[in-house]
């Protein structure tokens, strides 16, 4: 349930576009929206986007690179989307100790995500590009 104060923040489209292709496939909508996807449009911020029309990032925008430069740091020494997936695999092979690496690591790319709102918002003086990230409280919600 969304009410006035939601906004979900979340690095590149896999959020967006695997919700809604559920959405759709299984006919679920969101309270007040006609489609998931129109709920992402308005309540969400792909935050990979707009770090990468604020920011020059020689090394790329991957949260992986990006979070480390705003003081971030993941507790495993070897974290990455594809990883997760082999951790995944493994898991389901019955090694149970994948099970807390995988909440770990997901547990961190949204700590991560945070930690780079922090830091843009921490050096805003009001007419920097911090001051164009919203906050919860000041979203604005349709319906």
Same mark, same amino acid.
């Given at each position: 349930?969304?009410?006035?104060?939601?906004?979900?923040?979340?690095?590149?489209?896999?959020?967006?576009?695997?919700?809604?292709?559920?959405?759709?496939?299984?006919?679920?909508?969101?309270?007040?929206?006609?489609?998931?996807?129109?709920?992402?449009?308005?309540?969400? %911020?792909?935050?990979?986007?707009?770090?990468?029309?604020?920011?020059?990032?020689?090394?790329?925008?991957? %949260?992986?690179?990006?979070?480390?430069?705003?003081?971030?740091?993941?507790?495993? &020494?070897? =974290?990455?989307?594809?990883?997760?997936?082999?951790?995944?695999?493994?898991?389901?092979?019955?090694?149970?100790?994948?099970?807390?690496?995988?909440? &770990?690591?997901?547990?961190?790319?949204?700590?991560?995500?945070?930690?780079?709102?922090?830091?843009?918002?921490?050096? &805003?003086?009001?007419?920097? =590009?911090?001051?164009?990230?919203?906050?919860?409280?000041?979203? =604005?919600?349709?319906?």
């Amino acid at each position: 349930y969304a009410d006035d104060n939601t906004c979900v923040f979340y690095w590149t489209g896999y959020e967006p576009s695997t919700l809604s292709a559920a959405g759709e496939r299984l006919g679920l909508t969101v309270p007040g929206f006609a489609t998931v996807q129109d709920w992402f449009d308005t309540c969400s %911020l792909d935050l990979h986007r707009w770090t990468k029309d604020r920011f020059v990032s020689p090394s790329g925008y991957g %949260l992986k690179t990006i979070a480390p430069l705003c003081g971030f740091n993941w507790r495993d &020494d070897d =974290p990455g989307g594809q990883q997760s997936e082999i951790w995944f695999e493994e898991l389901l092979a019955g090694d149970t100790a994948m099970k807390q690496r995988l909440l &770990d690591y997901n547990e961190d790319d949204v700590a991560a995500q945070l930690a780079i709102r922090r830091w843009v918002i921490s050096r &805003d003086d009001g007419g920097g =590009p911090g001051s164009a990230i919203p906050g919860v409280a000041d979203w =604005p919600i349709a319906g």
